[in-house]
């Protein structure tokens, strides 16, 4: 069983919404809480940039391209992470990594998904 499952990519128009959603089925509690989570994507022939980031303790940080359109919640309780995409451009297609530093500095990345918005 992977350490992070992402779920939500897919298709959309230029304007339209996704919800991404990453779990971390293999993390107990006690470890899921404390750790930063954060999204990144990957646009073709570009390299891989942080989206948003939210700390254990809630805190939250965004690229300047997705400030205002984008935003990154946690539910510990479901060991669960979501980026909520708003208003989304064609220059947001890209493949969207889950991404885990648990608090003993190992990190984890999910497999990726795609998501792809038409002008």
């Known amino acids: 069983q992977p350490q992070l499952v992402e779920s939500g990519g897919g298709s959309v128009q230029a304007g339209g919404s996704l919800r991404l959603s990453c779990k971390a089925p293999?993390?107990?509690?006690?470890?899921?809480?404390?750790?930063?989570m954060a999204w990144y994507r990957q646009p073709p022939g570009k390299e891989r940039e942080l989206v948003a980031s939210?700390?254990?303790?809630?805190?939250?940080n965004y690229a300047d391209s997705v400030k205002g359109r984008f935003t990154i919640s946690r539910d510990n309780g479901k060991k669960m992470v979501y980026l909520q995409m708003n208003s989304l451009k064609p220059e947001d297609t890209a493949v969207y990594y889950c991404?885990?530093?648990?608090?003993?500095?190992?990190?984890?990345w999910g497999q990726g998904t795609q998501v792809t918005v038409a002008s």
């Open positions: 991404n885990q530093v648990q608090q003993n500095g190992v990190t984890y």
């Open positions: 939210i700390r254990g303790d809630r805190s939250t």
């Open positions: 293999r993390n107990i509690l006690s470890v899921f809480s404390p750790s930063d």
